[in-house]
Every structure is written in structure tokens, then in C-alpha cells.
């Protein structure tokens, strides 16, 4: 089976410019997560779906972050515009309903250089 | 609210030889699951195992095994035989029952350097 899928894998992208990071999770899978990894912050939440919907949004740094999720099988992370302090790693990640025992599987993540 | 520890920001072990990463937790939820990932230098996140607050015996996978001390709210992770692939950075994680949507919520992580 498909694990989460992501790309790009890496973006260099100069200070200004519109970065897109797409997810595509694992087929049946209706919690879609979105975390950044940084050597200062470590692992941060930004934003779960459920069945598509934006459930706790908290995690998003700020008003140049957005991130949809149009269907099952598909969503996206903008930030616009961006900045050096946004290098970071993204990673999507889904699970089945969270019961405990429901292993969130990540995607190999986008890393993203702000130049 | 959730939060995990793991205090050993850089551990060292010989090949063959078993090491345990530290990893405690607090939560006032009494339902709730401890994960363990890795993550090699390539960067991606690698599932290991997982305990449940409710399952009585130490979860087992392979060379990983989990020595979970609910009362000191503790979640070690325990590799034996380790090899030279096992070199990575190491994630306590945790996700509660009680709330219903809840994601993970990750230590700052142990980097394991297995030596020959």
C-alpha cells in the first residue's frame, strides 16, 4: 500500500516567493495532520483535518500560513509570502480516527530552504 | 495539557549492545497511547511501536521493547542487539483518548549514535 505521499521533497525558494507543499494521505485515512521540524522547536503541529475540515488550526504561525484539503486524497500547505525563518521540514501525516491505538504514518517530508 | 520528556539529547552504544531512551510523560488523561518513531538522517518518520495507558503487558516489536511505568508515567524505549542502522533521532510521542481529536504531541527527541 501507499504510505502519505509528499512533494516536493525539497524547495529552495527566494524571500517573497509563494511556497505550495501538497499531501496526498493514505487512501481511507480521514485525519490528515501538518507538522514543520525545526531544530529549534522541534516537531510542531499546524493543522488536522477530519473528513476534509480544518479542526484546530492553533499551530499555524501566522496569517501567511493556509492550508486546505479540497478532497479525501489531497491537501495543501501555502505560505505566502514567504520568509528565511519559514526553512523548516513539513511533514503530512494521517490516521484513522484517533483512538489512542491509531498510528498517525508521516509522509518523508518537504524540506523547504527560504533564501 | 500534554507534554513528553525525553532528556537525553545525544546518547551513545556499542554495536550488540542494548541501550533504553528515556521518555516521560504527563497527562490527566487515563486513556491515552505512547508512540516511539525514528527518524534517520534521509528525515523521514518511521513508526517503532506503541503502548497503549490500558495494555498490561510492555509492547514488543522485534528488537524494540517499551518499558512502560504508568505510575511514574514513564515510556523507555528499549533497543536490544542494537546495529549501525539503528543511528537516528529518536521521538517520544503521545496522543490522549479522552478528547477525541487528538494528534501527536512529540519530545524534543534523543539522537542514538551506534558505534562500531
Known amino acids: 500500500d501507499a504510505g502519505v505521499i509528499q512533494s516536493p521533497r525539497h524547495e529552495v525558494t527566494e524571500m517573497g516567493q509563494e511556497v505550495t507543499l501538497r499531501c496526498k494521505p493514505i487512501?481511507?485515512?480521514?485525519?490528515l495532520f501538518w507538522y514543520r521540524q525545526t531544530m529549534m522547536r522541534g516537531l510542531e503541529l499546524l493543522i488536522y483535518?477530519?473528513?476534509?475540515?480544518?479542526?484546530?488550526d492553533s499551530g499555524m504561525p501566522e496569517d501567511r500560513f493556509s492550508a486546505k484539503m479540497p478532497n479525501a486524497s489531497f491537501s495543501t500547505l501555502k505560505i505566502q509570502p514567504s520568509e528565511p525563518r519559514d526553512s523548516a521540514v513539513y511533514f503530512c501525516?494521517?490516521?484513522?480516527?484517533?483512538?489512542?491505538?491509531?498510528?498517525?504514518?508521516f509522509g518523508e517530508g518537504s524540506w523547504l530552504t527560504v533564501v | 495539557a500534554q507534554k513528553i520528556t525525553q532528556t537525553q539529547p545525544g546518547m551513545f552504544v556499542q554495536e550488540k549492545e542494548a541501550v533504553t531512551l528515556d521518555c516521560t510523560y504527563d497527562t490527566s488523561d487515563q486513556s491515552y497511547g505512547l508512540f516511539w518513531y525514528k527518524q534517520p538522517s534521509s528525515g523521514e518518520m518511521i513508526f517503532l511501536i506503541y503502548q497503549g495507558s490500558y495494555d498490561e503487558q510492555n509492547a514488543t516489536e522485534g528488537r524494540y521493547s517499551l518499558n512502560f511505568q504508568k505510575a511514574r508515567k514513564s515510556a523507555n524505549l528499549v533497543i536490544s542487539a542494537s546495529q549501525l542502522g539503528d543511528s537516528a533521532m529518536y521521538f517520544c510521542?503521545?496522543?490522549?483518548?479522552?478528547?477525541?481529536?487528538?494528534?501527536?504531541?512529540f519530545g524534543k527527541g534523543t539522537r542514538l549514535s551506534v558505534i562500531a
Open positions: 510521542a503521545m496522543r490522549d483518548g479522552n478528547s477525541g481529536n487528538t494528534p501527536l504531541v
Open positions: 501525516a494521517s490516521s484513522l480516527r484517533p483512538t489512542p491505538g491509531n498510528t498517525i504514518y
Open positions: 483535518f477530519n473528513n476534509n475540515v480544518p479542526i484546530d
Open positions: 487512501s481511507g485515512h480521514d485525519y
